[in-house]
């Protein structure tokens, strides 16, 4: 089945969708699940940030399903003396294997690309998280080094520092299309 995939704005009415990713073996890679009052927050978050233009988040919706399949989005952020945006998703286990991870991290860099005011998208998966660094390359993402990072906050890790170059997809569209916005 190929889904049509779609990215609609965060809204109050979206904390299912952290819900959903909030298990054991969604959270493996994250340091584990968070509290219901941790998500309540995150959910608070996501959209002060989306209101003070400081990150896009997004929930993934396909065709064939009811309910949101996962979320995706960007924030900005600091990487190598640069400002960039920073990518993050998840997609709830029931949905995974179907494609939307890819079809989904796509379109929200192609929204950066219009939308945003940075060159490069980074992402950051642990590197032994094995589906999202093959996401990361799949899409387009290079990679560039190893680093110590730390998530959650105080729990340090290793990471894969890939990075995407937001200017092909500058130029594949014209200054009208740039108007639209999600």
């Not at 998500?39 to 993934?60: N, P, S």
């Not at 640069?82 to 997609?91: H, K, R």
């Not at 387009?140 to 906050?153: A, L």
């Not at 894969?160 to 299309?177: K, Q, Y």
Request: proline share 4%; glycine share 6%; charged share 25%.
């Amino acid at each position: 089945m190929n889904d049509h995939v779609s990215l609609h704005p965060w809204t109050a009415d979206d904390l299912p969708v952290l819900e959903r990713s909030n298990t054991p073996q969604m959270t493996t890679f994250l340091g584990g699940p968070e509290s219901e009052e941790q998500l309540v927050k995150r959910q608070a978050k996501f959209l002060r940030l989306w209101k003070e233009g400081e990150a896009r988040m997004f929930t993934i919706r396909a065709d064939s399903e009811e309910e949101a399949v996962g979320s995706v989005g960007y924030w900005k952020t600091q990487w190598a003396k640069a400002d960039v945006y920073e990518a993050g998703w998840s997609i709830a286990t029931r949905y995974q294997g179907r494609g939307f991870a890819s079809r989904a991290l796509r379109d929200c860099l192609q929204h950066a690309a219009i939308l945003g005011d940075r060159q490069y998208v980074v992402a950051f998966p642990r590197v032994d998280n094995a589906a999202s660094n093959s996401l990361c390359k799949s899409v387009g993402f290079v990679f560039r080094e190893e680093e110590d990072f730390e998530y959650p906050k105080g729990n340090p890790i290793r990471v894969n520092a890939w990075s995407f170059d937001l200017a092909a997809l500058r130029e594949e569209h014209s200054p009208n299309e740039q108007q639209t916005t999600l």
